[in-house]
Protein backbone atom coordinates (compact mmCIF):
# COMPACT_ATOMS: atom_id res chain seq x y z
CA UNK A 1 0.00 0.00 0.00
CA UNK A 2 1.17 3.28 -0.79
CA UNK A 3 1.53 6.19 1.79
CA UNK A 4 -0.77 9.60 1.79
CA UNK A 5 -1.91 11.83 4.65
CA UNK A 6 -5.44 13.42 5.34
CA UNK A 7 -4.81 16.36 7.25
CA UNK A 8 -7.93 18.63 8.11
CA UNK A 9 -7.22 22.21 8.24
CA UNK A 10 -8.79 24.33 10.26
CA UNK A 11 -11.27 26.50 8.48
CA UNK A 12 -12.32 30.10 9.58
CA UNK A 13 -15.51 29.66 7.55
CA UNK A 14 -18.65 28.01 9.12
CA UNK A 15 -19.60 25.31 6.89
CA UNK A 16 -16.63 24.52 5.07
CA UNK A 17 -14.20 21.75 5.94
CA UNK A 18 -10.72 21.87 4.74
CA UNK A 19 -9.06 19.25 4.06
CA UNK A 20 -4.88 18.57 2.69
CA UNK A 21 -3.77 15.48 0.77
CA UNK A 22 0.19 14.34 0.66
CA UNK A 23 1.41 11.35 -0.47
CA UNK A 24 0.39 9.13 -3.73
CA UNK A 25 -3.27 8.15 -4.27
CA UNK A 26 -3.49 5.13 -6.16
CA UNK A 27 -5.54 1.76 -6.30
CA UNK A 28 -3.99 0.59 -3.45
CA UNK A 29 -5.90 3.24 -1.25
CA UNK A 30 -8.56 5.03 -2.83
CA UNK A 31 -11.17 3.06 -1.44
CA UNK A 32 -10.10 3.94 2.23
CA UNK A 33 -9.22 8.08 0.37
CA UNK A 34 -13.37 7.79 -0.39
CA UNK A 35 -13.95 6.83 3.44
CA UNK A 36 -11.87 9.40 4.79
CA UNK A 37 -13.47 12.13 2.77
CA UNK A 38 -16.45 11.04 3.58
CA UNK A 39 -18.07 11.36 0.03
CA UNK A 40 -21.64 10.98 1.65
CA UNK A 41 -21.12 11.78 5.12
CA UNK A 42 -19.85 15.05 5.60
CA UNK A 43 -22.59 17.75 5.85
CA UNK A 44 -19.97 20.43 5.58
CA UNK A 45 -18.64 22.32 1.91
CA UNK A 46 -15.83 20.57 1.20
CA UNK A 47 -12.12 22.00 0.29
CA UNK A 48 -9.65 19.22 -1.11
CA UNK A 49 -5.72 20.54 -1.22
CA UNK A 50 -4.03 18.51 -4.06
CA UNK A 51 -0.82 20.45 -4.02
CA UNK A 52 0.94 17.26 -1.75
CA UNK A 53 0.16 14.66 -3.77
CA UNK A 54 2.98 13.71 -5.74
CA UNK A 55 1.30 10.88 -7.47
CA UNK A 56 -2.27 9.84 -8.69
CA UNK A 57 -3.87 7.32 -10.65
CA UNK A 58 -7.22 6.64 -12.23
CA UNK A 59 -8.51 4.67 -9.11
CA UNK A 60 -7.63 7.63 -7.21
CA UNK A 61 -9.21 10.46 -9.84
CA UNK A 62 -12.22 7.70 -10.27
CA UNK A 63 -12.92 9.28 -6.29
CA UNK A 64 -12.53 12.99 -7.07
CA UNK A 65 -15.09 12.60 -9.85
CA UNK A 66 -17.66 10.60 -7.59
CA UNK A 67 -16.59 13.66 -4.45
CA UNK A 68 -18.22 15.79 -7.02
CA UNK A 69 -20.82 14.13 -8.37
CA UNK A 70 -21.89 12.73 -4.47
CA UNK A 71 -21.98 16.02 -2.95
CA UNK A 72 -22.50 18.55 -6.10
CA UNK A 73 -20.22 21.05 -7.70
CA UNK A 74 -20.98 23.87 -5.77
CA UNK A 75 -19.73 21.76 -2.58
CA UNK A 76 -16.81 20.43 -3.08
CA UNK A 77 -13.26 22.50 -5.05
CA UNK A 78 -9.96 21.29 -5.50
CA UNK A 79 -6.86 23.24 -4.95
CA UNK A 80 -4.05 22.52 -7.09
CA UNK A 81 -0.79 24.52 -7.22
CA UNK A 82 0.24 24.98 -11.14
CA UNK A 83 3.31 23.45 -10.36
CA UNK A 84 2.17 20.12 -8.25
CA UNK A 85 3.59 16.78 -9.47
CA UNK A 86 -0.11 15.62 -10.95
CA UNK A 87 -1.25 19.24 -12.10
CA UNK A 88 -0.88 18.13 -15.91
CA UNK A 89 -2.52 14.69 -14.99
CA UNK A 90 -5.72 16.95 -13.36
CA UNK A 91 -5.59 18.79 -16.59
CA UNK A 92 -5.56 15.84 -19.07
CA UNK A 93 -8.77 14.32 -17.09
CA UNK A 94 -11.07 17.46 -17.11
CA UNK A 95 -11.63 17.65 -13.62
CA UNK A 96 -12.06 21.48 -13.87
CA UNK A 97 -14.94 20.73 -16.44
CA UNK A 98 -16.85 19.35 -13.31
CA UNK A 99 -15.28 20.57 -10.38
CA UNK A 100 -14.02 23.90 -9.07
CA UNK A 101 -10.06 23.98 -9.53
CA UNK A 102 -8.23 27.19 -8.52
CA UNK A 103 -4.63 27.54 -7.42
CA UNK A 104 -4.73 29.11 -3.96
CA UNK A 105 -7.20 28.20 -1.49
CA UNK A 106 -8.96 31.94 -1.34
CA UNK A 107 -9.84 31.53 -4.67
CA UNK A 108 -11.36 27.75 -3.90
CA UNK A 109 -13.14 29.32 -1.35
CA UNK A 110 -14.37 31.88 -3.34
CA UNK A 111 -18.30 30.96 -4.97
CA UNK A 112 -18.77 27.87 -2.50
CA UNK A 113 -22.02 28.18 -0.57
CA UNK A 114 -21.24 26.82 3.27
CA UNK A 115 -23.49 24.75 4.71
CA UNK A 116 -25.19 26.48 7.40
CA UNK A 117 -26.20 28.69 4.25
CA UNK A 118 -28.43 25.84 2.23
Do not use: C, K, W
Not at 54 to 78: E, I, K, M, P
Request: hydrophobic share 50%; net charge negative; no cysteine.
Amino acid sequence: MTAYVVDERESHVPGIAIVALVGELDLTNAHELAERLGISSRPEVLVVNLSGVTFVDSAALHQLFLLVRDRGRGRVAYVLEPTSPIAATIRIVGLERVATVEATLDDALRGLVPAAAT
